[in-house]
């Protein structure tokens, strides 16, 4: 079964710094799919970013990009010129199938950016 | 375009009651899939349903069950309700192969 940790329960960070959130995740699956979602208060699950684990290259959104260390079976989230609406709970997901299969996630990191 | 939606927004139901809440997907989407978030907890898979079948299903009794509608919108039906089944559903849609997305989530109360 595959498992997903956030060893950070909570982060603080000022307004315009960078941040990094961490997962690791367990699988013996060869084939399979990362994601970071955010959830805010208003509970809506957003999507922010992804990464196949076939390619190399770190996906990059935006202010958000991801470090993915497969061998390390390590994902995190950095996140660069925080705002005040990045303050949210964020989810690493994980799913062996095409995608769009059952996520599993972690327990979640809850970021507070202040002014 | 309407994105995900869930209702009822919340519910409050008593032990031993059964529940039914209610997903539409994103247009163009053609699965569903379903996930339970305790509180302060990320969210557990359930089941997800395609082609009004149930393709997956995660760790989770039979009490819970599903349903897809030829219009792929979906139902959640929970029997025997336990206090441990307070929490927020989620419902989210994908088209196969792509990525999942929420709904806004229904929250019950099991009292």
């Known amino acids: 079964a595959q498992t997903v940790t956030q060893s950070q329960p909570e982060m603080s960070v000022q307004e315009a710094e960078t941040v990094t959130l961490s997962c690791t995740y367990d699988?013996?699956?060869?084939?399979?799919?990362l994601f970071w979602y955010k959830q805010p208060p208003s509970r809506q699950m957003i999507l922010v970013i992804r990464?196949?684990?076939?390619?190399?290259q770190n996906a990059t959104e935006n202010r958000f990009s991801v470090n993915f260390q497969k061998a390390a079976k390590s994902f995190s989230l950095k996140i660069s010129d925080s705002q005040l609406g990045d303050t949210a709970m964020y989810f690493c997901?994980?799913?062996?199938?095409?995608?769009?299969?059952?996520?599993?996630f972690g327990k979640g990191t809850h970021l507070i950016i202040q002014p | 375009d309407a994105g995900v939606t869930q209702s009822p927004t919340h519910l409050i139901k008593t032990r031993g009651q059964q529940v039914t809440l209610r997903c539409s997907p994103k247009?163009?989407?053609?699965?569903v899939s379903w996930y339970q978030q305790a509180l302060g907890q990320g969210p557990q898979f359930i089941f997800q349903y395609y082609e009004e079948e149930e393709r997956q299903r995660g760790n989770f009794p039979d009490r819970f069950s599903g349903h897809q509608f030829p219009n792929y919108s979906s139902e959640l039906n929970v029997n025997a309700l336990l206090l441990g089944d307070s929490a927020l559903y989620l419902c989210?849609?994908?088209?196969?192969?792509?990525?999942?997305?929420f709904g806004p989530g229904t929250r019950l109360t099991v009292l």
């Open positions: 989210a849609s994908s088209v196969t192969y792509n990525e999942q997305f």
């Open positions: 990464q196949e684990a076939y390619k190399q």
């Open positions: 699988t013996s699956e060869s084939n399979y799919y």
């Open positions: 247009s163009g989407h053609d699965t």
């Open positions: 997901a994980f799913t062996s199938g095409g995608g769009a299969d059952g996520l599993t």
